[in-house]
């Protein structure tokens, strides 16, 4: 930092000095930082490429949900747990090698990279592999001890030692019952006779088999006879086969001071002792053809070897070709398909796109046909003339039945009229013997003086009437 400049006047005669004068540096000016502007096309190219730098090849666990396969053969479904969730996309070529399949509810483990889909500015997972997770109890007791003894290092390719080429003193620790030791001894008896076999007898299976097998493996390990030790059991479930997923019989056969061979199960069966055993065999009789070879064997491999050598040089030319053409050509190649599955993404994007829009489409023209079929409906004439016809008809019954009443009241009034005449019918008084005198105009005699002598009269009887003369 530069120094203050102090510049001192001359002292004056005066009896008060002038202060000294300081002059401070001046700042230099504030540098302003250039500008950088992205475009999208920039700004998505280096979120890919940080992407790719730091999240390729990785693993992750969740839920599947909303699996979808397209008619391009893309698969795409969303990963997901308790708190977030991420859309993956698994490409044509590797959905087809996938041995499991995506399905919604699968709790799995995928194999991939995060890219970005530029279209939708949004990250996504590009699925290379599926495997299924959760195996039940004694499937997640294997993995942790597994995971144990891995950081322990007791699987380490550094700690295995290698088996003798030729051994003439071999031991093996299994069940002297059962096809597994006469299997055994009869292969090594075939292709090497001579060798010297010693079975340490132990239960393989069921309570005690873990005492068993680790003092066979102790027994056999320091008496200093056996060159070689075979662990041997037949196939069986991962429950019959726990003995050999136990960490003590693990640490016993790390600890046996000769190699060891794991024989247990079948070639699917994995336990932890083939993790820990200086070489695993698929089965028992593998075990036999593994460890000991035969004179013919020898001279094949001799010849063998002499073939491998042109073959090995063949494969290094061929490999040195290759390792030009993929700097060379195989950059490109990987650029080019990326962009072609990003377009292929675009596609059926676009795709679906489509679809939902022809579907509204059609929904919105159904439903402009429905509100015409209801308006048509409103003014069609027919149902109107149907509805009156119905209403003539039962306006004409009602009609017929209140002309029906109607007549039987009056039928009713003219009865009791009649009957009420007949009462006040004269004739039945004349029945009884009487008679009406009427004079010649037709009125009714009702005393002498009303008809005088000589004038006509009729005299009503009860059917007849009789004219006379009064006299």
Known sequence: MEQFALDFAPRPKSPKPEPPKLE???PDPPKIPERRIYTLRELSDSLRATLERGFTNILVSGEISGTKLVPSGHCYFTLKDAEAQIKCVCWKLSYWRLKFKPRDGEQVIVRGRVDIYEQRSEYQFVVETIEPRGQ??????????????LAEGLFEASRKRALPKFPRRIGIVSSPQGAVIRDFVEILSRRFPGLHIRLFPAKVQGPGSIEEVCRGLEVLGRSGWAELVVVARGGGSLEDLWTFNEETVARAIAACPVPVVSAVGHETDVTIADFVADL?????????????????????RVEGLRGRT???MKYRLAMLARRLHEQAIGRAESLLHRALARRTQRVDDLAERLRVAMRQQLAAREKARRGLEDKLRFFDIRPRLRRDRERLNELTARLNTLAQADLNRRRQRVERASANLTQ????LVLARGYAIVLDENGGIVKEAANAPSGSDI?????TDTIRAKVT
């Open 280 to 300: 695993r065999a698929p089965t028992p009789s593998a075990a036999a053809e593994m460890i000991v070879c035969t004179r013919q064997e020898l001279l094949d």
């Open 24 to 26: 401070l540096p001046k």
């Open 424 to 427: 006040l019918n004269p004739r």
């Open 458 to 462: 009729r005299i009503l009887l009860t």
């Open 136 to 149: 039940g109890a004694l499937q997640l007791a294997f993995d942790q001890l597994k995971q144990k003894l």
């Open 310 to 312: 042109g073959q090995l």
